[in-house]
């Protein structure tokens, strides 16, 4: 019994030190962006036939001056419970378009946004402001959803994802295969991008069914015209198997590096696409 107690008491000092330290950071989130505490880190994804990087998805990132690192997984969480998570949308959609411009034209950059966000009548006006400031072509910007952000308001959501689409703005469907009823949020969504999630990856180099699973869900997505990413690959053996056995388009993955700033970027994007700009030194060298 007394064990028990001591158990209780243990679990409840926890939840009640867990629920404090959440309290905390979302009072703190609140001066982040204003004291440039986040950043925003990328991912290249790459054009699996060519080896050469199509875009970026900007992460962000919290460096808390006390607390350190803290993940996306549990900020992005907080801001939408407090709402902070239009500012904090708004905020990436503004350095990320900023940033996007400094890369070479082919190359276009995806922006997370919550179900929060799909939600408000703020997204819209924040993608238009972002556009306009940076002067980024619309076409270079990608949005990405996941399944579970669709699900409360589905309806209101296909209608705001299909004003940014007609805009030229790209709609990615993120993590997919992890949400519910999958299949039936390709009905009538403005969706230009298909990204199958990580756990269907980890599987492949050691599931015949992980790796049947992907190359059908690859087959149905460019039957709806879908451009398809395999997310999380981590090895090259991943990457043969997904190129020998799928004809997904592009991958993203630590294999090509964990996510970096803005200039390590684009320092990272010369290099996987020298290829591209060749003829130019070429040519610059000449006499
Ligand atoms: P996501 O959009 O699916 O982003 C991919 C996540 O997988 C990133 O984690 C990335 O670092 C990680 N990742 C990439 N390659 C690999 C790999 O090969 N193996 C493994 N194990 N992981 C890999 P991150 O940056 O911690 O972000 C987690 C999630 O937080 C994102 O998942 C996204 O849903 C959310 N998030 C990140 N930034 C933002 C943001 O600015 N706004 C919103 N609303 N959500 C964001
Ligand atoms: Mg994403
Ligand atoms: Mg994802
Ligand atoms: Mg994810």
């Not at 819209?124 to 669709?150: K, Q, W, Y």
């Not at 949400?179 to 969706?191: D, E, I, T």
């Not at 395999?230 to 043969?240: I, N, S, Y």
Request: overall charge negative; aromatic content about 6%; proline content about 3%.
């Amino acid at each position: 019994k007394e064990h028990g107690k001591g158990h209780y008491q243990a679990f409840v000092e926890e939840m009640d030190s867990a629920f404090r330290y959440r309290q905390r950071l979302k009072s703190d989130l609140a001066i982040a962006i204003a004291e440039g505490q986040l950043q925003l880190v990328y991912q290249p994804l790459v054009e699996l036939g060519t080896r050469q990087v199509a875009g970026c998805e900007a992460l962000a990132r919290w460096t808390h001056p006390e607390l350190g690192t803290i993940p996306p997984d549990v900020f992005i969480g907080l801001a939408e419970e407090t709402g902070l998570i239009s500012s904090i949308t708004k905020w990436v959609l503004k350095t990320a378009t900023a940033e996007c411009v400094h890369w070479p034209d082919a190359i276009s950059v995806a922006v997370n946004v919550s179900a929060r966000d799909l939600r408000g009548e703020d997204l819209a006006l924040h993608v238009a402001e972002a556009l306009e400031a940076s002067g980024l072509a619309p076409d270079r910007l990608e949005i990405e959803v996941t399944e579970t952000a669709l699900i409360e308001d589905r309806e209101g959501a296909a209608a705001k994802l299909e004003v940014l689409a007609a805009k030229g703005i790209g709609i990615a469907l993120d993590d997919f295969g992890t949400g519910y009823s999958s299949l039936s949020y390709l009905h009538g969504m403005a969706f230009s991008k298909l990204k199958i999630d990580r756990s269907f990856v980890a599987g492949i180099a050691t599931s015949e069914r992980s790796l049947k699973l992907m190359a059908n869900v690859a087959r149905l997505g460019h039957d709806l015209d879908l451009v398809l990413v395999a997310e999380g690959v981590e090895t090259e053996e991943q990457l043969e198997i997904i190129a020998d056995h799928t004809n997904i388009d592009q991958v993203q993955g630590f294999l090509f590096g964990t996510p970096l700033p803005a200039l390590e970027t684009r320092a990272l994007i010369a290099r996987m696409n020298q290829t591209r700009s060749r003829p130019k030194a070429v040519k610059g060298r000449r006499p």
